[in-house]
């Protein structure tokens, strides 16, 4: 954790924030082991004596999430799970766990995620590089259609979903605040991290059935010094209010438990004057989302007809349904761009993510 962040940033309980909707500052706790600049090792504890809830930082990254004992039950393998496995031996082992085990299951999403943040970036024969960088596209095509981060004030930008991290580190490579990505996925955010650290994407890129090459990409970036990766959830960013003059969500609407939930908590985290970037395929995910929380895509008889895009459209005029945004509005007209999940070799689903920009 970049003390740079924490110290601008002011992060505040989450569990307070989800329960009771208040807004109390986290002080540091313990410090295992630090730089001048960073914590690797440590807490973040919660100022409310009556709370006092302390969030570990794990390897650089703070766990801050309102759920920690939930977070914790799911994640605390991953966290304990060995990284030093040599690449044949990764194989061998997933052979053996089968393809429906959970080492395989985000084996797939390294793969997916780590060639669409990086793959642009590998030189190497097999790294399919020209096809990769398709998140890259669609931000690229948000923030020009915004009139670019000089139309923006100036101010931090958060991340939402950022999964491996690319970016966050584009969008500080436009800009020059602070950036940080928030994800739940900590097998992606520790590659996110690992380029932050290392200056490398190490990640298996999927062949065919439980067949995975790794790949070792050099991904250098001259703006990470203002880049940070901190567990987190969407639904509940653990900061004050407006504080962020730029929020992004790319393909995360319809990965969450609540997608209005989502749209409050971005219309909250955006600064007076600031702007928001919202893209979604709506590939609801009944894991993620109940069918009764998909925005319209549930049914043909209702007045939308199944069209998402009429309720997410509502959802983000103040006052055009129940639980509307508040203060942001769509400033361009929304677009379909294509966005890429590499699933193997001969597998690339492609979509066209509904891209929305906003401003406050
Ligand atoms: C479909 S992926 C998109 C990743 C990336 N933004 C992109 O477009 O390439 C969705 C990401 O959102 C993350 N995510 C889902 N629910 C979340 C939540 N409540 N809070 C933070 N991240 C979440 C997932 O872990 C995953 O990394």
Redesign the pocket.
């Known amino acids: 954790m970049r003390l740079s962040h924490f110290e601008r940033l002011r992060p505040v309980c989450p569990r307070c924030l989800a329960t009771r909707g208040t807004a109390v500052p986290l002080g540091l706790g313990v410090v295992e082991e630090a730089t001048a600049s960073s914590v690797r090792w440590g807490t973040l504890v919660c100022g409310d004596p009556g709370c006092a809830m302390e969030y570990p930082i794990i390897d650089g990254a703070p766990i801050l999430v309102p759920d920690l004992r939930g977070w914790m039950a799911v994640n605390g393998p991953l966290l304990t799970a060995r990284t030093d496995i040599p690449p044949t031996m990764e194989g061998v082992l997933g052979d053996a766990l089968g393809p429906d085990s959970a080492f395989n299951v985000t084996r797939q ?1 390294l793969s997916s ?1 780590g060639w ?2 990086y793959g642009d970036l590998d030189r190497q024969p097999g790294g399919e590089a020209a096809a990769a960088g398709s ?1 890259l596209r ?1 931000l690229a095509t948000a923030l020009d259609a915004l009139g670019g981060m000089a139309a923006l004030p100036a101010g931090p930008v958060l ?6 991290g ?2 966050s580190f584009e969008v500080a490579e436009r800009g020059d605040g602070l950036v940080l990505g ?4 900590w097998p ?1 955010l520790a590659l996110a991290r690992r380029v932050l650290e290392q200056g490398e994407a190490v990640y298996p890129l999927r062949r065919s059935g439980i067949a995975y090459d790794r790949r070792r990409v050099e991904a250098r970036f001259a703006a990470a010094e203002r880049v940070d990766f901190w567990i ?4 509940y960013p653990p900061f004050a209010p407006r504080g962020f003059a730029l929020v992004t ?4 609407l ?4 609540s997608p209005p939930a ?1 749209l409050r908590a971005i219309d909250g985290a955006v600064a007076d004057g600031g702007g928001a970037v919202l ?1 979604t395929p709506f590939d609801w995910a009944t894991q ?1 989302t109940p069918v009764e929380a998909w925005l319209g895509g549930h049914s043909q008889r209702g007045d939308d007809a199944g069209r998402c895009e009429a309720v997410l459209a509502r959802l983000l005029t103040p006052g055009a349904h129940p639980q509307s945004v508040e203060r942001l509005r769509v400033v361009v007209e929304p677009m379909d761009v294509p ?1 890429t ?1 590499r699933m193997h070799d001969r597998a690339l689903m492609q979509y066209r993510t509904h891209l929305i920009m906003l401003r406050a």
Do not use: E, P, Q, S
Request: glycine share 6%; net charge negative; with cysteine.
């Open positions: 999403h995620y669409d943040h998140v669609c991340d939402l979903g950022c999964a491996a690319r970016t928030l994800d739940l996925h992606l987190g959830d969407a639904l969500a790319m393909n995360v319809d990965c969450v438990a989502l893209a993620a966005w999940v």
